[in-house]
């Protein structure tokens, strides 16, 4: 058995004016995240981690900012797109562990759901996917409230032929 592990990392601007997607699920908070898709920066990093994992680049090579067709795009269609390149060339998915770094909204309430809806896109295990919030006590712009990062762990395998 082939066993590979990737890293991902993402982060976007907190601005007025957006909604705040993160995890795949839709919170309530006075700032959204900014960028070219919906911004869900917790998928952007498991994306980038699955991609890399599979040696396979990342996020904005499969789905550049500069084209129209991602324009405001939900990031669950990533998700999905990116597990079905994975699959493609024969990986299957072992587990994720992703971290959050984030002063507000407070995230812990949400992450049941967010795992509930990861497991879904992905047709795994919700088992498989472990979520975890932290500040950055803050330090920083995440501290400032400017941004919200994201840091992804994951392990795919392939059965040799």
């Known amino acids: 058995m082939k066993i590979r592990v990737g890293f991902g990392y993402d982060v976007h601007r907190l601005v007025e ?3 705040l997607w993160l995890g795949g699920i839709k919170l309530e908070h006075t700032l959204g995240l900014l960028g070219h898709s919906d911004a869900d920066v917790l ?17 904005g090579y499969h789905f550049p900012d500069t084209s129209a067709d991602f324009k405001g795009i939900d990031s669950k269609i990533l998700l999905a797109d990116t597990m ?49 919030a932290t500040t950055t006590e803050k330090l920083g712009f ?6 919200m990062a994201a840091y992804a762990t994951v392990l795919i395998s392939k059965d040799p032929l």
């Open 17 to 19: 004016g957006r909604e």
């Open 43 to 59: 998928i952007h990093a498991l994306c980038d981690a699955l991609l890399g994992a599979a040696n396979m680049r990342d996020i």
């Open 142 to 147: 995440t501290g400032r409230q400017e941004g």
């Open 84 to 132: 079905k390149l994975i699959r493609d060339k024969g990986y299957e998915f072992g587990n994720a562990d992703i971290t959050v770094a984030a002063e507000r909204p407070k995230l812990n309430p949400h992450i049941e759901e967010m795992k509930a809806c990861l497991a879904r896109v992905m047709q795994v295990d919700v088992e498989d996917i472990s979520i975890k």
